[in-house]
Every structure is written in structure tokens, then in C-alpha cells.
């Protein structure tokens, strides 16, 4: 698969907005990753808007660790850690350096979870901490031709330990 002309990656500018901005308009982009010659492009349909050190679902809101080191890097930095030792998490990091904020991945096309999609598309650790761009092999592209998506907001996924008001945050997208 190629890119369409219209299906422009998608640079640092448009993730240096709050989280759930991004997490919404990532709704119907591409997730395009390269590995060698092959090139798979699937379209973006759930993802999960962590809003900042604020945000006790967040992984900054007990501060700065080596873990989640990535996501006071510049937007568009890829956040990609081990959940339960098994299971890669793709996020991509917003909004300015410094403020821990991001977006994972939760679902594309025909794959359903975050795991299955980091397996799928044989991400792991190694690409934590890279830019989301052509250069590294997994990037995001907007199609300028489709339509905006309509989308359901809904909590996130797996979140009751950060308590009642932030696991209730609609801060999942999905699209219908």
C-alpha cells in the first residue's frame, strides 16, 4: 500500500494541542507502518485521550520515571511501553515539552485492542521515544478527502484505579 497524495503525514503541529483534541481528530487518520518494503496503512477508530500529570489514568500523575520519560519529549514522540509484561501500548505524545500528555492507539481497521494492534504491526519497546514520522516506521497520515467520522465518547478502558472522577472522563473515541 501508498499513500494517496491527499494522505499527508501528519507533523509535531498537529499533536501540540491538549490531548483529547488529538485523540478526536486522529479518529479516520491513517496508522502507516514501514518495515522494510512493506507498508500497511489502516484507519484509526478508537483511541484514549491521557490529559496530563492531572489526569490520575495518566501514567505522569505520580511524575517523571524512566517509563513514561517519553511523554515530556515534543509532540509527536511515540510512547511505547510493555502493559502486564505482554503487551506493547502504541501512544503518541501532545502538547508541549514538558507536559505529559498523550494518545493511545486503541483500535484500526480489522484490529480490536491495543495489543493485538502493537503485535499486528510488530511494534515494540525499540521504537519508544522516536518521532512519529517516515523515518522511523510508523507515522500518521490524514486523508483530506473523507469526511470527519462520526464518533461516540465513552470512559476509557481499564482505568477504576484512578478513581471515580477520572475513570468516568469520556475521554474515549470511537468511531461509530
Do not use: Q
Not at 46 to 67: F, I, K, M, N, W
Amino acid at each position: 500500500m501508498t499513500l494517496d497524495p491527499s494522505e499527508k503525514p501528519l507533523r509535531g503541529t498537529f499533536f501540540n494541542r491538549n490531548a483529547e483534541e488529538v485523540a478526536r481528530d486522529l479518529i479516520g487518520c491513517y496508522l502507516v507502518r514501514k518495515r522494510g518494503r512493506k507498508v500497511l496503512k489502516s484507519r484509526i477508530r478508537e483511541t484514549e485521550a491521557y490529559v496530563g500529570p492531572h489526569d490520575l489514568a495518566c501514567h505522569a500523575s505520580r511524575g517523571r520515571t524512566l517509563r513514561n520519560e517519553a511523554m515530556f519529549g515534543p509532540a509527536g514522540t511515540l510512547y511505547v511501553y510493555l502493559v502486564y509484561g505482554l503487551h506493547w501500548m502504541i501512544n503518541v505524545v501532545t502538547g508541549p515539552v514538558d507536559f505529559p500528555a498523550a494518545v493511545l492507539i486503541r483500535s484500526v481497521d480489522a484490529i480490536e485492542g491495543p495489543g493485538r494492534l502493537s503485535k499486528a504491526l510488530g511494534v515494540t519497546g525499540a521504537l519508544n521515544r522516536s518521532p512519529a514520522t517516515e523515518a522511523s516506521g510508523l507515522w500518521f497520515a490524514k486523508d483530506y478527502r473523507l469526511e470527519r467520522l462520526p464518533i461516540i465518547c465513552t470512559p476509557r478502558i481499564g482505568v477504576n484505579y484512578a478513581g471515580p472522577v477520572w475513570s468516568a472522563k469520556a475521554f474515549r473515541f470511537v468511531s461509530k
